[in-house]
């Protein structure tokens, strides 16, 4: 932020010198004469006048620019805090969606394949089921670390809990199908 406003100050300080250098050349102009009213000494004391003015003015908008400049990277900086926040909100929400998304497809998967082939699907549907089970870790983590840009941080644990234990139930459903013999899914008709 001090980096942005470096170059404003060096300006501002060239401007200072550069007011100062004519004030001092000023200064030994209307010190040398004699005369207050010489029209020499009028328009250097004019100068010096107009020196001051735009010095003061230059001073005090860079001030002002200064305080704006400020204010505005503020605002900035919470938006892009908002925005993170947001992002976040829609990375666990995407996270419940994919694992129930992938569970609901597993489930359907293996309660639809005939019987025979359940001993050959049952390896990769667990595997599958860990992986999901992983991502929902992986969201309950996010949401543990991240509970201060959540504003119901405790109901979305709890939501992860249940996913969990659904998950489970599942789990335990697979396990004892397997070993069953279930009707050829033609049957069901």
């Known amino acids: 932020m001090y980096r942005m406003l470096k170059q404003p100050a060096i300006v501002i300080g060239l401007i200072t010198l550069t007011a100062l250098t004519v004030l001092y050349i000023a200064h030994g102009y209307v010190a040398s004469e004699s005369s207050k009213d010489a029209p020499n000494v009028l328009f250097w004391m004019e100068v010096s006048k107009q020196v001051l003015q735009m010095l003061s003015v230059a001073l005090v ?68 089921f860990v992986v999901i089970k992983e991502k929902l870790s992986r969201v309950w983590h996010d949401v543990e670390t991240g509970k201060q840009s959540l504003s119901y941080a405790a109901d979305v644990q709890d939501n992860v809990v249940k996913m969990k234990d659904f998950f489970e139930d599942m789990l335990k459903e697979y396990r004892s199908i397997k070993d069953e013999t279930l009707p050829n899914h033609s049957t069901f008709s």
């Open 61 to 128: 908008g860079s001030i002002i620019a200064g305080f704006l400049k400020l204010l505005f990277d503020g605002i900035q900086t919470r938006r892009q805090i908002e925005a993170a926040r947001d992002q976040f909100r829609k990375d666990i929400i995407a996270g419940f969606i994919d694992a129930r998304y992938e569970a609901t497809a597993r489930r359907e998967q293996f309660l639809n394949t005939r019987s025979g082939k359940l001993g050959e699907l049952y390896p990769r549907v667990m595997e599958d």
